[in-house]
């Protein structure tokens, strides 16, 4: 089986980094995880999933 490096974190909209969900290394398969966002303030956040060839970004909109 492959592995590869996966590193999954959420960051403000200014570019620092708020929580890391993953980081380390992962065979590769079906993963899934939760996000506990009761500590964030209201605003707008990015998750970025990154592996050696892979990586892509999701805004989250986060409303109380």
């Known amino acids: 089986p492959?592995?590869?490096?996966?590193?999954i974190r959420v960051f403000?909209?200014?570019?620092?980094?708020?929580?890391?969900l993953?980081?380390?290394?992962q065979e590769e398969g079906y993963y899934?995880?939760?996000l506990d966002?009761?500590?964030?303030?209201?605003?707008i956040y990015?998750?970025?999933?990154r592996t050696a060839g892979?990586?892509?970004i999701k805004k989250l909109i986060i409303g109380k």
């Open 2 to 7: 492959y592995s590869t490096h996966v590193r």
């Open 12 to 20: 403000d909209i200014y570019g620092r980094d708020v929580m890391v």
């Open 22 to 25: 993953i980081n380390e290394d």
């Open 32 to 34: 899934s995880y939760e």
């Open 37 to 43: 966002a009761n500590n964030f303030t209201n605003g």
């Open 46 to 49: 990015l998750c970025e999933m």
């Open 54 to 56: 892979f990586i892509c």
